[in-house]
C-alpha cells in the first residue's frame, strides 16, 4: 500500500475533493486569469489529486498546450487518468513522485498551480527552490496555502469546532507538515529570484447553505474519520464533536469563518542580454 499522505486517499477524500473544487472552483480561474494562463500554455499542476484542477488547465491551455500533474499517490493520478481517458485529452500527462523527496519533472513552463502542497510536504523551503526552478522566464506561479488555519470557527463559538481544528493542526505537524506555512512563502519566492506580482487573504464568513459553508462542513463529516483512523480522536470523541456540530446548525444566525488562506501570484522576470528583454 502506497503511503498515503495524511487527509488519506480513499474514495470518501477523492469525493470531498471534488465538492472541495467545485466551491472553489470561480476564485481559483480568477486568479488563472490575473495570472495571466492562456491557450497553448505549458502548465505544471504541483500535488494535483486526484485532478479536478488538473481539467480546467487543460481546458485553460487547450489541445495546443499541455499540462504536467505531479502527485504522490498512484491511487489519484489512475483516479485523473481516468478522467482524461474518458475526455480524450492529449495535453494532460500525469507524473508519479514525493515531493517531499523527489525532484519535479525535468521541464520548463510558463505556470505552475500549488494548492494546500506546501503545508503537508515536509521540506516546504526545498518545494519551493523546485518550483521555482521550472518556471520559464515570464512564467508565472499561483499559490494557495493557509496562513493561519485557526481562524476557522464558528459564529458564535463552538468548542467542540475549535477542538477539532486543534486535533487537525496537530496531525498534520506529527505527520512533518505545517498548517501556517503560507505566511513564509512569499519570501521564499524572492530569495529564489521571483517578484511577487500580489499576496491577498481568503477567508470568508459562510451562512448553513451557503457554497462556502459546504466546504468546511465536508471536511468535518470525513476529518473526523480520518482522526480516528489516526489514532487522534477516540470514536466517542468524533461522535459528540459531530453531535454538536449538528446541533449548532440548527440554531439561528450561526455562520462559520474559514481558514485563513494566502492566495500568492508571482513570476520569474525575463532573462536579460546587454540591455534587451527576452519575453517568453
Known amino acids: 500500500m502506497e503511503h498515503e499522505y495524511v487527509l488519506g486517499t480513499h474514495d470518501e477524500e477523492i469525493d470531498r475533493l471534488g465538492l472541495q473544487h467545485r466551491v472553489w472552483q470561480p476564485i481559483v480561474l480568477d486568479a488563472w486569469r490575473r495570472a495571466h494562463l492562456a491557450a497553448g500554455h505549458t502548465a505544471l499542476d504541483v500535488g494535483c489529486g486526484p485532478g479536478y484542477g488538473t481539467l480546467d488547465l487543460a481546458a485553460a491551455v487547450g489541445p495546443s498546450g499541455r499540462v504536467i500533474a505531479v502527485d504522490r499517490s498512484q491511487r489519484f493520478l489512475d483516479h485523473l487518468q481516468r478522467q482524461v481517458a474518458a475526455r480524450g485529452l492529449r495535453q494532460v500527462e500525469t507524473v508519479q513522485r514525493d515531493l517531499s ?98 499576496v491577498r487573504p481568503l477567508v470568508f464568513i459562510a451562512a448553513p447553505g451557503d457554497p462556502m459553508w459546504q466546504w468546511p462542513e465536508a ?62
Open 219 to 280: 471536511f468535518v463529516r470525513v476529518g473526523l474519520d480520518r482522526l480516528v483512523a489516526l489514532g487522534r480522536l477516540t470514536s466517542e470523541r468524533a461522535t459528540a464533536i459531530a453531535g454538536a456540530f449538528d446541533d449548532a446548525v440548527q440554531r439561528s444566525g450561526v455562520r462559520i469563518v474559514t481558514p485563513t488562506v494566502a492566495e500568492v501570484i508571482a513570476v520569474k522576470p525575463p532573462t536579460r542580454s546587454g540591455t534587451s528583454v527576452t519575453e517568453p
Open 101 to 198: 523527496r523527489e525532484a519535479l519533472p525535468a521541464v520548463e513552463v510558463d505556470f505552475a498551480w500549488c494548492r494546500w502542497i506546501f503545508t503537508f510536504v515536509r521540506d516546504p523551503r526545498a518545494l519551493a527552490s523546485k518550483v521555482a526552478a521550472a518556471l520559464g522566464p515570464g512564467g508565472r506561479l499561483v499559490l494557495h496555502e493557509y496562513f493561519n488555519y485557526a481562524t476557522w470557527r464558528m459564529l458564535p463559538p463552538l468548542p467542540e469546532l475549535e477542538e477539532f481544528v486543534a486535533a487537525v493542526m496537530a496531525s498534520w505537524r506529527a505527520d512533518g507538515g505545517e498548517p501556517d506555512i503560507g505566511a513564509h512563502l512569499p519570501s521564499w519566492l524572492e530569495e529564489e529570484g521571483l517578484q511577487i506580482e500580489s
